[in-house]
C-alpha cells in the first residue's frame, strides 16, 4: 500500500523532513522517532488530497495533516434543492466532472466541531467539548479576490480505555463565490488525540509540522498545467456544444421559416412553383387543379388536363 511506504527520509535531526514519493507533491517536517504514513491521494485530475498521520514512539500520541475523506463542498441553492440535491448528496460538475458534497458553508469553529465528532466518536467512549472558538487564519489569507477564509479550534475531553485525553482540531474553512454559486473547502485542517499532560508540547509540534508544509514548485506548475487542460478540454466541449446547438437553432429556424411561409402562402391562396425549363420561380393562385400548366407567353393554367400542347407542367417548390 503506498500510504505506508510513501516517504523517504532526507535529513536527520530533531525533526526529519519527509517527502511525499507518489507524486513528488511536497516535503514536511515530523518528530525524529515517530512513525509517519500518508502523502497525496488524487480522487480526480482536479482534486488531490493529502493526509499525514503521525503517532509517537509509544503510541500514546497521534497527530494528523489533512484527511483523504474531506474534499470539495458545493453550497445548495434554491434551484438546486428543489431538484433533490440537498445537504449531504454528491453533486458532479464541470468536464470532466468534479465531484464535491452539497453542504451549507460551515466556518472555520463550526466546521472543527463537526469533524470532531466525526473523527473521534468511534475512539473515544466519552466526548465532551471543553473549548469552541473562532481564531484568524494562520495559513491562508482572510480575503483573497472573491473568496473568504475563516478559522476555528475546538478542545474535546475524551476518555478511551480508562484513559483521559484531549482531542483536539484547527480548521480553516475557505469560501469562493461567484455568479451566485458557492464552492468551498478545508484549506487546512489539524488534528490530534493525546494524554492530557501532553496536550500542550502535542499542539506545538503539530503546528510546527503544518507551517514546515512545503509544496514542491514543479508539482504545483504540473498541477497548473493539468487544471489549465481541463478548463481548455472543457472550453473545447463548450464550442463543441454550442456549434452544435447553433446547428439545431438553424435547422429549427429554417423549419420554422417554411411553417410560417406554407401558412402564409395557404391563407393567400397561392403556391410557389418553379419553371423546369428555365429553371425561374413564380407565385400562382393554388386554384383547385392539381396541375398549373405554363406556355411560352406566361399563361399559367391550372387543370388536371393538359390544356394544350404549347404548355408545359410547372413544379411546385419543397417547403
Request: proline share 5%.
Amino acid at each position: 500500500m503506498f500510504l505506508a511506504a510513501a516517504w523517504a527520509v532526507a535529513q536527520p535531526g530533531s525533526w526529519t523532513t519527509l517527502q511525499d514519493t507518489q507524486e513528488r507533491a511536497f516535503s514536511v517536517e515530523v518528530p525524529q522517532g515517530w512513525k509517519a504514513q500518508g502523502g497525496m491521494l488524487r480522487k480526480g485530475p482536479l482534486d488531490p488530497r493529502v493526509q499525514i498521520d503521525m503517532t509517537s514512539p509509544d503510541g500514546r500520541v497521534s497527530m494528523r495533516i489533512g484527511d483523504f475523506g474531506i474534499g470539495g463542498f458545493t453550497v445548495p441553492t434554491q434551484q438546486m434543492m428543489r431538484l433533490g440535491f440537498t445537504e449531504g448528496k454528491p453533486y458532479s460538475a464541470g468536464q470532466p466532472p468534479t465531484t464535491t458534497i452539497m453542504a451549507r458553508y460551515r466556518s472555520g469553529h463550526a466546521f472543527a466541531d463537526l469533524y470532531a465528532q466525526a473523527r473521534f466518536s468511534r475512539i473515544c467512549q466519552t466526548l465532551e467539548p471543553k473549548s469552541i472558538k473562532t481564531e484568524e487564519p494562520v495559513f491562508n489569507a482572510a480575503h483573497n479576490g472573491p473568496s473568504s477564509t475563516t478559522a476555528g479550534e475546538v478542545v474535546y475531553r475524551c476518555v478511551a480505555d480508562g484513559q483521559e485525553k484531549v482531542a483536539f482540531v484547527y480548521t480553516e474553512t475557505s469560501l469562493y463565490e461567484m455568479q451566485g454559486t458557492g464552492n468551498w473547502m478545508a484549506a487546512s485542517l489539524l488534528s490530534f488525540l493525546a494524554p492530557k499532560d501532553r496536550a500542550a508540547a502535542t499542539y506545538t509540534m503539530l503546528f510546527h509540522s503544518a507551517a514546515s508544509f512545503t509544496e514542491n514548485p514543479q508539482w504545483a506548475m504540473r498541477q497548473e498545467q493539468i487544471t489549465a487542460a481541463q478548463a481548455a478540454a472543457a472550453m473545447a466541449i463548450f464550442r463543441r456544444t454550442l456549434a452544435e446547438t447553433q446547428a439545431r437553432y438553424e435547422r429549427w429556424s429554417a423549419n420554422m421559416s417554411r411553417q410560417a411561409q406554407n401558412f402564409s402562402d395557404a391563407l393567400a391562396g397561392r403556391t410557389l412553383t418553379v419553371d423546369p425549363q428555365t429553371g425561374q420561380q413564380r407565385e400562382v393562385w393554388t386554384g383547385t387543379g392539381a396541375t398549373r400548366w405554363i406556355e411560352p407567353l406566361g399563361t399559367v393554367v391550372s387543370s388536371t388536363l393538359l390544356p394544350g400542347t404549347s404548355f408545359r407542367a410547372l413544379q411546385d417548390t419543397v417547403h
